[in-house]
């Protein structure tokens, strides 16, 4: 299995920018898709990102598009998650995910086994 461990969660003001980053290891990342999904307490589980083994494709939530750009290393065995335009509406705790799934967007978060421990993202207005 593989172990995913995020981080570059903090602080920023409205308009702002933050990386995530998403460290695994335990297994050759470029088996897996990966996705970043976002959680607020007492809401439900938020798909944001996906990106394709390979990195050739990628897909957004409409509430990310032109503002977050996910991406991956897999040399690195590191994915990211660029966030730019921040709003007070982006604040929740980041997960990412990596999953075995090909072939579609990835927005289901049961397509995915394993997970990270999640960084919070807190927005300022």
Partial sequence: QVQLVESGGG??????SLRLSCAASGRTLSNYGMGWFR????????????ISRSGSSRYYADSVKGRFTISRDNAKTTGYLQMNLLKPEDTAVYYCAAT???GTSGSD???YPYWGQGTQV???S
């Fill in 109 to 111: 978060g049961r397509l």
């Fill in 11 to 16: 602080l920023v003001q409205a308009g702002g």
């Fill in 122 to 124: 807190t927005v300022s």
């Fill in 100 to 102: 075995y799934s090909t």
């Fill in 39 to 50: 959680q607020v307490p007492g809401k439900e589980r938020e798909w944001v990102a996906t």
